[in-house]
């Protein structure tokens, strides 16, 4: 019954009729548009007026509340300013309800500094959620896999969070997901604007280079040089040099298994829909359409969010803000190491400074390498003992098991978001394996 079941992809409809269903697009990327401007304050005015647009659309609903998981990065932040300014020229008779995560031990996850900072400029109050007190697999509640699919985030924490907000009285909750994806830009726009004869690029590069106190042969060599250098002739001199890296598919993955899906191939060329003219710009539209940690990240919240009775909003994927940012210059978004620069110069004097101009973006791998390190690595071996995945051809289960000891040991051959992937599919198989696992020889009916 299951196996008919199917999600249509983005920017399609479908349609039902004479007998017969059929897929139409009614949206996509055209690339040879183009968004031209004299000055960078032309650029980063329209893009403020499309984003406040977005964030506005997205703040309808007849709740006295809306609600912003506000982390204190530059997206969520960015939303935060503009919804409040909404909110406050409508008279104020709705208000923005924040909740951040905070971490009092692992400090490099700890965003307190941004979010208050952000929260004192808006005048609003700030609820925080110990984030340590809900670690990846310690809420059996909470950490119950869906069967649409079997990925999962910070379960306990955003569940918490989430059933906040709705006690806060709101019906929405707006995210940042999006940003990163359409907004990162890349290096790849000096090689873009060299070949457009701006030879001042190399000024710009030699000046980055003095700024961050290194040789500048080596930034020209990874700004210029090397985009421009085939793939084909980096590998052969990376395999002459002996340096072939770590392998595409880790090696716990059946090969039997990797061939049948075609992973390495989906892995290094990933399906392209659109060639742009140029590699920036081809860059940045392979990032902002990418289907990997957005799109599980957004399914995943389009799943939980609705428990709470809460509808999940993403302002940075509305239409019109990827038809400008993929029709600008690429240097709109990247220069001189700057990412995100068209953000960072349309909210100058909305955003506080601590914020605009944070040139680092918090990440959470330690908190991931505590969960499964020191708080929930028996859990984890137990999994890992006789796994389903191993039974069904997907995993070899011993590899799998050495992969994880070598991690805790701190070996740094996988991350732990890598290995994070395998132990929740084997806890989402463990759940519906009397679905999935009916017929395979061996395989228990839990």
């Known amino acids: 019954m299951l196996l008919d079941v199917r999600r249509l992809p983005p920017a399609h409809r479908l349609i039902a009729g004479q007998g017969r269903v059929r897929l139409k697009r009614y949206w996509d990327i055209d690339p040879s548009a183009r968004t031209t401007y004299r000055r960078d304050e032309d650029y980063a005015a329209h893009f403020r007026h499309l984003f406040g647009v977005a964030v506005a659309d997205r703040l309808r609903t007849q709740a006295d509340g809306v609600g912003i998981a506000m982390s204190g990065g530059l997206d969520s932040c960015s939303i935060a300013a503009v919804a409040q300014r909404v909110l406050s020229a409508e008279g104020g008779w709705r208000r923005l309800i924040a909740c951040s995560y905070a971490f009092d031990h692992l400090s490099d996850c700890d965003e307190r500094a941004y979010s208050g900072a952000m929260a004192a400029e808006l005048g609003i109050k700030i609820e925080y959620i110990e984030a340590e007190r809900f670690w990846l697999l310690g809420d059996p509640v909470a950490f119950r896999p869906d069967l649409e699919s079997p990925f999962m985030a910070w379960e306990s ?48 590069v030699a000046q980055h280079a003095r700024e961050r106190g290194q040789p500048f042969r080596r930034l020209l060599y990874a700004y210029i040089a090397r985009p421009l250098v085939p793939e084909g002739i980096i590998r052969a001199i990376r395999r002459l040099g002996g340096r072939d890296g770590q392998p595409v598919v880790p090696d716990w993955i059946m090969p039997g298994f990797a061939r049948r899906i075609s992973l390495a191939e989906r892995l290094v060329h990933p399906p392209v829909a659109r060639r742009f003219p140029s590699l920036a710009r081809q860059a940045n539209y392979e990032c902002a359409t990418a289907l990997g940690s957005v799109a599980r990240g957004v399914y995943w919240y389009d799943r939980t969010a609705p428990r709470f009775c809460l509808e999940p909003r993403h302002p940075f994927l509305d239409r019109r803000l990827a038809e400008f940012v993929l029709s600008v210059p690429p240097e709109q978004l990247f220069r001189a190491g700057r990412r995100k620069l068209i953000l960072r110069q349309a909210l100058g004097g909305v955003l506080p400074e601590v914020v605009r101009s944070r040139p680092d973006k918090t990440k959470f791998g330690k908190f991931i390498d505590f969960s499964l390190r020191e708080k929930e690595y028996r859990q984890v071996f137990s999994l890992l003992e006789r796994p389903l995945l191993g039974k069904m051809g997907i995993v070899d289960s011993k590899r799998l098991r050495l992969a994880y000891g070598a991690y805790l040991a701190g070996e740094a051959q996988y991350k732990g978001f890598e290995l994070w992937f395998p132990i929740t599919l084997e806890l989402w198989l463990r759940r519906y394996n009397g679905i999935f696992t009916r017929g395979i020889p061996g395989g228990p009916v839990l």
């Open 157 to 204: 924490c955003t569940h918490h969070m989430l059933g906040r907000l709705r006690e806060s009285g709101a019906k929405v909750v707006l995210t940042g997901y999006g940003g990163d994806n359409l907004l990162t830009g890349t290096s790849l726009a000096y090689v873009d604007r060299l070949l457009r004869g701006h030879l001042g690029v190399l000024r710009e």
